[in-house]
C-alpha cells in the first residue's frame, strides 16, 4: 500500500459509532477511495450477535455499520474498492469495559484464550485489514474477542437482571444506574 492511500484510510478507520456518522464518512470520501482503490475499516462491537440487556440502542447502532460495510463491500467492489469490520470483544482498560464491565468479570471463565483482549488486539487486525494481505477480503466482519461469542452467555444474572435490576446494581463496576433507552 503506498503512503498516499494511507491518509484517506485513516479517515474511515476513524471509530465513528453512530451509523450516520459513518454513513457520511464514506458518502464525503468514496470519490477519493475510488480513485485509489482503497478500502474503508469500520469498528463495530459483538453486543448485537446475541440479546445483551440494556444495549439495544448500541446493538442497533453497531448492527447497522455491520450492513453499511457489506452494502460498500457489494456495491464498490467493481470498483476495487473493499469494505470491513472488526468487531472487538472484551478489550481491557478501555471504555467500554469501565462503562458495561461487571465486579469480578472473570475472563477465564467466559473466553477460551483465558485473558482479554489489549487495544494492539485491535490495532493489528486493522493493520492487517489494510494490507496487502487482506487484498482479497471484503464484506466481512473479523470478530476479535478471544473465541467469546462461542461461549457467550451474559456475565449477569438472567432473567433477574431484567425482571429486578436493583437486584444485580451491586455487580455493575459504574455505581450510575443504566436504564434501557426503549
Not at 458518502?27 to 445483551?52: D, E
Not at 455491520?66 to 456495491?75: G, R, Y
Not at 469490520?85 to 477460551?112: C, F, H, Q
Request: proline share 7%; hydrophobic share 35%; aromatic share 8%.
Amino acid at each position: 500500500m503506498e503512503r498516499k492511500d494511507w491518509f484517506l484510510l485513516s479517515v474511515s478507520y476513524r471509530p465513528l459509532t453512530p451509523q450516520l456518522g459513518t454513513y457520511n464518512t464514506v458518502k464525503a470520501t468514496l470519490p477519493y477511495v475510488r480513485k485509489t482503490q482503497g478500502a474503508y475499516l469500520h469498528i463495530s462491537a459483538t453486543l448485537h450477535y446475541k440479546g445483551t440487556p440494556y444495549q439495544a440502542h448500541v446493538s442497533a447502532a453497531k448492527a447497522a455499520i455491520d450492513a453499511l460495510s457489506q452494502v460498500i463491500a457489494v456495491e464498490e467492489g467493481p470498483r476495487g474498492v473493499r469494505s470491513n469490520v472488526v468487531a472487538p470483544g472484551p478489550i481491557g482498560d478501555t471504555e467500554g469495559m469501565s462503562r458495561l464491565g461487571t465486579k469480578g468479570y472473570n475472563a477465564r471463565g467466559t473466553i477460551p484464550l483465558g485473558y482479554m483482549g489489549k487495544r494492539t488486539d485491535i490495532a493489528n487486525s486493522a493493520l492487517f485489514l489494510f494490507s496487502p494481505a487482506a487484498s482479497y477480503i471484503t464484506g466481512q466482519v473479523l470478530v476479535v474477542d478471544g473465541g467469546q461469542q462461542h461461549m457467550r452467555g451474559s456475565s449477569l444474572p438472567y432473567p433477574e437482571s431484567v425482571l429486578d435490576p436493583e437486584s444485580v446494581a451491586g455487580l455493575f463496576r459504574d455505581t450510575k444506574k443504566e436504564k434501557s433507552k426503549l
